[in-house]
C-alpha cells in the first residue's frame, strides 16, 4: 500500500520556517562518476592528478553538490507541484569529498504571493549544505515558485 506523502503549500509557509534534511553519504566512486559524465575535470576523476590541484585531493564538482542538495530539500519540502525554481544565488565555500556526510538547513526568509496569478506565490529560502565536521560546503538562496492551497483540497 502506498503511504501518502503530505504535500506543502504556500498557505502552510510563513518567513521563520526552517527546516533540517536527512543525509547522504558521498562515496569517491559516486564523485568519479558524476564528474564522468557532467564535470570531467581531473580533480573530479582522478586521485593522484586531484592532489597536484589546489584542491589536494578528490572533490566533488560543485553541480554534484547542488543535485545531492537538490535531492536533499525535495525530501524535507515536498511542494506540491514540484520544486521549481525561478533564480538562485549558488556558492560552494569548501569542497565535498569522499566520506561527507551531507545534510541541508535552510529557512524560508521571504513569501510574496502573485497579484496577477492568485494561485501561486514565490517563496525565497535560503539553506546550507552542511557536512559531518560541520563545513559548509555549499550555500544556496532560491526563489522557488509554490502552489497555494486549491479551494476544495483539505488538510
Do not use: Y
Not at 520556517?17 to 580533480?43: C, H, K, M, N
Not at 589536494?56 to 564538482?61: F, W
Not at 496569478?117 to 532560491?142: E, F, H
Request: aromatic share 6%; hydrophobic share 40%; with cysteine.
Amino acid at each position: 500500500m502506498k503511504q501518502h506523502t503530505p504535500r506543502l503549500f504556500l498557505d502552510d509557509l510563513a518567513p521563520g520556517l526552517s527546516f533540517r534534511s536527512g543525509t547522504v553519504d558521498v562515496t569517491a566512486d559516486e564523485i568519479r562518476s558524476f564528474a564522468g559524465q557532467f564535470d570531467p575535470q581531473p580533480f573530479h576523476l582522478d586521485d593522484a592528478a586531484a592532489h597536484a590541484t589546489l584542491f589536494g585531493g578528490l572533490a566533488a564538482s560543485g553541480w554534484h553538490t547542488a543535485a545531492l542538495t537538490m535531492r536533499l530539500i525535495v525530501e524535507s519540502l515536498p511542494f506540491d507541484g514540484g520544486l521549481i525554481g525561478t533564480h538562485c544565488e549558488l556558492a560552494w565555500p569548501l569542497p565535498t569529498r569522499p566520506g561527507d556526510r551531507l545534510h541541508v538547513e535552510g529557512e524560508i526568509v521571504e513569501i510574496s504571493p502573485s497579484r496577477s496569478k492568485p494561485d501561486r506565490g514565490i517563496v525565497v529560502m535560503r539553506s546550507r549544505t552542511i557536512n559531518q565536521d560541520d563545513g559548509i560546503v555549499q550555500t544556496l538562496t532560491a526563489s522557488l515558485l509554490v502552489f497555494r492551497r486549491p479551494a476544495t483540497d483539505t488538510v
